[in-house]
């Protein structure tokens, strides 16, 4: 974190945290006070209704029992309005179904106002008679028993899929055509009276009471349902049902055409009017949380936009400070390796010519000290190459170029020509490829791992297989041995700098070989590990990710 940034970030993140706490319970309150405006003007509609159904009656019985009105334009239009506002409603529970939004009861409650919107569509199709009377009382029965619906057990719901809508549809579409098209297989739904005028058959009469009572029930489950989780869409639907119920009771006390028959139907369409408000209320409510989101995008935009300027900043100051870094890196390198190793050489040369000058002039003991000294000096410079070799595997930013590694390995075992002559080893290595990459690195990864292989050997001469294996992403190289194998709580220590696990009068080295393979791998992206066990030889594992090039390698046998 950059000096002066964090407690600035720090008061970001509290303001930005309070201004969306902020947002959340405003858009809350806001839902909290339209579910009680809507649920007041649902109990304000109920009460209308319930005073104009009961004015209907009166009127019809009293001064107006003689008042027809006959228009079939204006029923049409009523019934065909009616049925166009189900079918929309059942279509917008259906979607909000898939969001989890809407009523308790989605599936049900779009089943029924499909399966009654089609047959009272047909209703307002045909002509005052038998089969107009007979559609709209069926789709009165329909719709109630659909409705009532509500009442089966909610893993009954849980099992119901959309489909259930198409067979609804289905089932109810056949019925109304067959209807209009075989009028005679249908009960009689008009009778003459002795006047001559005709009445609503008790046929009539009781599939309208039937389904009226049906939606009445219907209503119950929806305010209990209202009550216990405070869903202003199941609210909606109760009073939908309810004003279906009463315009289904009106029914049985009114004639073709009559005040009674007009103020059903007004019950009807108010009915549907309120599904419709349905539609308008998750509308709104969908616009609504499209704002919001939009709202809420926007901040987080802003928000992300600083963040990433800070951080931008922050990691222009640590790339600042590692090129920093690397250049006194460099620096420190450059005077190891020249005014470091100057006086060591000097130690050596001069201790030399002491033990020659003086050969017959010094006993044992003190050509023992002068061998001490010269070997003191000898592995000090070791070091100090081993230092520079470190730093340069985790300084150098060359450019990568491709880099074929079988040429890399004939380039290390000449390097190490001497030292696998003298330990009778033998290296064989499958087909490697060609990969992107810094050819010092890999020079210095392939010399190491094989060194290590020959260094550290068993009593049997040492055997070093390379084999390349392409992976998704990358290479995966594996350096097996049969050395003397490394203890299992050993296996991550050794890649750390200067860690040795062997007195330097057993093995000789700093024990920075494996340090170097570690950064050379890191700074190509990858990873190296060893798969180990003691007296059976190692197996060193790098993964070079991302960088295969095509073409062809050529096998090497060493």
Known sequence: MLPGTGG???????????????????SAVHRLGAGRATATALKIII???????????????????????????????????????????????????R???????NIWIAGALVGMGLLDGLHALVDAGQTFVWLHSVATLIGGALFALVWAPPQWQARLTQRWVGFVAAGTFTLGVASMLFPGATPPMLVHVESGALEFSIWAKSLNLVGGVLFLAASIPLVQSYRRTGNVDDLLFCLHTALFGAAATLFEQSQLWDLPWWGWHILRLTAFGVALWFVILNEAAAQATVREAAEQLKTFNETLEAKVTAR?????????????SNRELEEFAHVASHDLQEPLRMVRSFAGLLKRDMADELDERRRQYLDYLMDGAD??????????????AGARDSE?????????????????????????????????????GDPTGFLQLFQNLIGNAIKFRGETAPRVDIRAEEQEGGWLLRFADNGIGIEPQYRERIFGAFKRLHDTREFAGSGIGLAVCAKVTLRHGGRIWVESEPGHGSTFLVYLPNRSASGESKAAGK
Not at 68 to 96: F, K, T, Y
Not at 99 to 105: E, K, L, M, Q, Y
């Open 8 to 26: 600035s970030s720090m008061a970001a993140a509290d303001n930005q945290n309070a201004t969306e706490s902020h947002n959340v319970a405003t």
């Open 99 to 105: 969001r989890g939004a809407g009523t308790n009861f």
């Open 312 to 324: 931008t900043a922050q990691l222009e100051a640590v790339a600042n400070e590692l090129a920093q």
């Open 400 to 436: 990568t170029e491709p880099v074929a590694l079988d040429a890399i390995l004939e380039n290390a075992l000449e390097n190490l020509d001497e030292a696998i002559r003298e330990a009778d080893a033998r290296v064989t290595a499958s087909p490697l490829p060609t990969v992107n």
């Open 379 to 392: 592995r000090m410079q070791h070091l100090i190459r081993d230092i520079l070799d470190y730093a340069r």
């Open 47 to 97: 009460a209308v209704s319930l005073a104009t159904h009961g004015f209907f009656l009166l009127a019809g019985g009293t001064w107006m029992a003689d008042w027809r009105w006959p228009s079939h334009a204006v029923h049409g239009a009523v019934e065909m309005s009616g049925a166009l506002i189900a079918i929309l409603v059942a279509g917008m529970l259906l979607a909000v179904d």
